[in-house]
């Protein structure tokens, strides 16, 4: 280990020593840790929403991570990350403790792995922030690169199983973390979860299509007017509609939001009236008008498999297939599961009749060769500017 990095874990560990304390000031605050491949940010705004109407709550803007999660606790914001930027909220991290007190009755904190390692792993997190309500959104293909030397099977097949299987294995440390006094809300949509499911302690609120679910998904309808979703909950069936357009997993995200209200004594209908002002976070499904009446969605903020097909798949429920232009760049951080990853993506869009602007290393590579075998309309750009001029002049 070099010195960058030994001093690096110094000074996560005073952050996390000052950062343990600061919570103490609130002894009372219930924490909610929510951790997922995908959905965390969209599903702590719905939390904040219901939570929100029964008291004072604090979240994680911008922080999921070793270093983050901390700096949000403290009230403390990195600018540069230069290493001045790291001295100031070195300097500043006890005096914060010290002279600042924020009151709070819910902290509610996204809780992002990137490694089995520490310190970018979930036990790390667990050392920083123990959670009395922990919501577990599904694991999938996202940060496999770290996970990469676990899995010796060449297999493509298998090796993507067993990836995928570590991933959700350290995501469930967080439900198994919680107390038997807590709760833990866990997907049974997502199947990679299931084995680890009985190992939870905590009282358990299930979300998902499936009928055992606590919280069942009946329907979810999505059109250009917007988004309607149906639960049941004890037998009793609710509506939520809402103007913007969210993909289907956002059915998911609503619903684990409603359980950790559930999970505090706030009902399912006032959960949805609490939702009724909810809007999708920056950079995911968010719409926006182009040049020459065209609309733009913008999804750029997540970049995996599941993402990217739930976002074709949302399209197309607003818009008829062959009006689209999709531009898509890299999928990263899925180490040896890159070149199946983009292939298998290459494969679904060929079924299309769009036009694609590919842009990337890895799209180049892997996907941009077939869609060209296909015969699909289909742009390869090498810089920024030529992907803008591309696009410009396809706009009609």
């Known amino acids: 280990m070099g010195m960058k990095s030994k001093l690096s874990l110094v000074v996560l560990s005073y952050l996390r020593f000052w950062a343990r304390l600061m919570l103490k000031k609130n002894p009372r605050a219930i924490v909610v840790g929510i951790t997922g491949s995908a959905g965390k940010t969209s599903t702590r705004l719905a939390v904040v929403k219901i939570l929100s109407t029964r008291g004072v709550v604090k979240h994680s803007v911008h922080a999921n991570s070793e270093s983050g999660i901390p700096l949000n606790i403290l009230g403390l914001l990195l600018h540069s990350y230069s290493a001045l930027d790291w001295l100031r909220v070195v300097i500043l991290a006890p005096?914060?403790?010290?002279?600042?007190?924020?009151?709070?009755?819910?902290?509610?904190?996204?809780?992002?792995?990137?490694?089995?390692?520490?310190?970018?792993?979930?036990?790390?997190?667990?050392?920083?922030?123990?959670?009395d309500i922990a919501v577990v959104l599904g694991a999938s293909h996202v940060h496999t690169a770290s996970f990469d030397s676990m899995v010796k099977d060449t297999n493509p097949v298998r090796r993507a199983a067993k990836l995928l299987e570590l991933v959700a294995k350290?995501?469930?440390?967080?439900?198994?973390?919680?107390?038997?006094?807590?709760?833990v809300v866990v997907n049974l949509d997502n199947a990679a979860l299931l084995p680890h499911i009985n190992d939870v302690r905590a009282r358990r609120l299930s979300i998902g299509k499936d009928k055992k679910s606590s919280i069942r998904i009946v329907k979810t309808k999505l059109s250009s007017h917007g988004f309607r979703a149906t639960y049941e909950y004890d037998h009793v069936e609710h509506e939520l509609t809402l103007p913007d357009i969210f993909g289907p997993e956002f059915s998911s995200t609503f619903a684990a939001a409603l359980a950790v209200g559930v999970s505090l004594g706030i009902s399912v209908q006032q959960g949805i009236k609490a939702l009724k002002s909810y809007r999708a976070p920056a950079g995911r499904m968010r719409i926006f008008k182009g040049i020459k009446g065209t609309h733009i969605i913008d999804s750029s903020y997540n970049a995996s498999p599941d993402t990217v097909v739930s976002a074709l798949s949302t399209l197309d429920s607003v818009s008829p297939r062959g009006s689209h232009i999709v531009v898509l760049g890299d999928m990263r951080e899925l180490g040896t599961m890159s070149k199946p990853a983009h292939q298998k993506l290459a494969k679904k869009l060929a079924t299309r009749s769009d036009t694609f602007i590919l842009y990337g290393d890895m799209m180049t590579r892997y996907a941009f060769p077939y869609l060209k075998r296909e015969k699909k309309k289909v742009y390869n750009p090498s810089t920024m500017a030529e992907l803008i001029s591309t696009l410009q002049s396809l706009l009609k």
């Not at 002279?99 to 979930?122: A, L, R, W």
């Not at 350290?170 to 709760?183: C, F, Q, R």
């Open 95 to 131: 005096l914060r403790y010290f002279f600042y007190h924020e009151h709070y009755d819910f902290y509610v904190v996204e809780m992002g792995i990137d490694s089995p390692y520490p310190p970018k792993n979930m036990g790390y997190l667990l050392s920083i922030i123990k959670p």
């Open 170 to 183: 350290e995501k469930m440390k967080l439900a198994k973390a919680v107390g038997s006094n807590g709760t």
